[in-house]
């Protein structure tokens, strides 16, 4: 029954969303007060191009025309992908309806700016291409599952400023989150960063569970079919620092949550963490 939940998280997801719709997880108003790499002219790793114009960033200049040409060529081989000429690129993973998503593209208008976003749930993907606030010239939505380690994904290598996981990583089986964090920060820039927000272990979502619900240590099987996990900050840590990321930022946000309607006070644990890629990397990653 376990491996059930494994090979079939996309199903429970997709029920998931096909009964909830985009009613979820609505309230953001943190997005960029707690993350303003989504904001607009953050400044983080932009690209200039003081000499010239271009894809190349002026990298071409002092070439004659031909070696230009050759060199351009080089640099193009991987051929365009959506959101090839954009100066910042942003990835959301397990995006949902898009909840960050629309959030980002509303309120960032640098010129850019492109954002991708994918999902493992099919339904979900379909609910954020079907949002009339869905501009292709601006984002790109697509199904991906990120436990997934040969799974291709639109973009190269390096190419991206930032990634982020708002409760996604606790979805998935902890036995494949370090290689979905480990490939997922060979697709950040150098200098870029991924930022997560996910539960905090002892978060009184954990502590609610019923003994039945309890799959392996600190993690759980909803009601739904869906699961999650309940990570500390040393476990992030650790998780980040395998992929090769400097810690910019980890902590913990401990808040009260009063639920007027259900008379409910929650006591919630949730886990922030901002870890960039180094500009130098070390030898054994190059290449
Ligand atoms: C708790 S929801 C959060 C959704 C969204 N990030 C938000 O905050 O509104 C978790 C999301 O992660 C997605 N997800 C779970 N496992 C995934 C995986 N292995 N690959 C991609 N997406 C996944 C689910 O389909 C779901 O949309």
Redesign the pocket.
């Given at each position: 029954m376990h491996d059930d939940f494994d090979c079939r998280?996309?199903e429970f997801?997709?029920d998931?969303?096909t009964i909830h719709e985009n009613r979820?997880?609505k309230d953001?108003h943190w997005l960029f007060t707690e993350f303003p790499e989504l904001a607009p002219k953050c400044g983080l790793n932009q690209e200039s191009h003081p000499e010239g114009s271009g894809k190349d960033g002026g990298l071409l200049g002092g070439l004659d025309q031909e070696q230009s040409r050759d060199a351009a060529a080089l640099l193009h081989t991987d051929g365009d992908f959506p959101g090839s000429s954009a100066t910042y690129r942003i990835l959301?993973?397990?995006?949902?309806?898009?909840?960050?998503v629309f959030p980002i593209l509303k309120t960032n208008n640098d010129a850019g700016l492109f954002v991708y976003c994918?999902?493992?749930?099919s339904t979900?993907v379909e609910l954020v291409k079907s949002n009339p606030e869905y501009d292709p010239e601006r984002c790109f939505a697509f199904v991906?599952?990120?436990?997934?380690e040969e799974a291709s994904h639109p973009v190269p290598d390096g190419t991206l400023d930032v990634i982020?996981?708002?409760?996604?990583l606790?979805?998935?089986h902890p036995d494949?989150m370090q290689a979905?964090i480990s490939r997922l920060a060979r697709l950040l820039k150098p200098g870029g960063v991924m930022l997560l927000r996910d539960y905090g272990r002892y978060d009184m979502a954990q502590l609610r569970f019923k003994k039945g619900r309890c799959l392996s240590d600190n993690f759980y099987v909803r009601g739904d079919g869906?699961r999650?996990y309940f990570f500390t900050q040393d476990e992030l840590h650790e998780m980040f620092a395998e992929a090769g990321l400097e810690k910019v930022q980890n902590l913990v946000d401990r808040r009260l949550q009063v639920n007027r309607g259900k008379q409910l006070t929650m006591y919630r644990v949730w886990i922030q963490c901002k870890y960039r890629k180094p500009l130098v990397q070390p030898p054994e990653a190059q290449g």
């Open positions: 998280a996309n997801w997709n998931f969303y979820f997880f953001r959301e993973v397990g995006c949902g309806v898009g909840n960050t994918c999902d493992f749930s979900a991906h599952d990120m436990s997934d982020v996981l708002i409760f996604v606790s979805a998935l494949k979905s869906t999650v």
